[in-house]
């Protein structure tokens, strides 16, 4: 159990942040791809946070929902969690990123990341992992993807 699906079965209210396709993808990089559980992600954030009705919120980005929770849903892979909308606000004039956009675009996005050494980027989520060997047994930490599912820069 990653630390954000460990946290969201805690806790009852959450935010939930909407990225433009022109925001800056070091905050996808700060806020996905490193976990909790190892750094506090609002401390050097690339982007203002901002505590609204008791929940951080990455401001500098489209916009954001504030939500509780009103239903858990277990799945074999993963679980859903419905929130019912008590708070939000749109922040800027501009285009949501949607995941498919994400996929098509990773590699412009996270190009900085793969200028150095060699690295291996995460087919599933875009995820790069920074060094010349990648253990077999490699899990992405960010979406579970074996080995198998990361290709060479
Ligand atoms: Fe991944």
Redesign the pocket.
């Given at each position: 159990m990653n630390f954000t699906d460990e946290i969201l079965h805690k806790e009852k209210r959450y935010a939930l942040s909407i990225f433009s396709k022109h925001d800056n993808p070091e905050i996808i990089k700060h806020f996905g791809f490193q976990s909790s559980r190892d750094v506090n992600k609002y401390l050097n954030s690339p982007s203002e946070v901002e505590v609204i009705k008791g929940v951080p919120v990455v401001k500098g980005m489209l916009g954001y929902l504030i939500l509780e929770k009103v239903n858990t849903i277990e799945n074999d892979t993963h679980t859903v969690f419905i929130g019912k909308v008590i708070d939000g606000d749109i922040l800027k004039d501009d285009e949501p990123m949607t995941y498919a956009y994400y996929q098509e675009h990773k590699d412009e996005l996270m190009k900085d990341d793969v200028s150095n050494n060699t690295s291996y980027v995460?087919s599933?989520?875009?995820?790069i992992y920074q060094e010349d060997v990648i253990p077999d047994d490699y899990i992405?930490p960010?979406?579970?993807?074996s080995k198998d599912?990361f290709f060479k820069k």
């Open positions: 995460c599933v989520c875009g995820y992405c960010v979406c579970g993807a599912k």
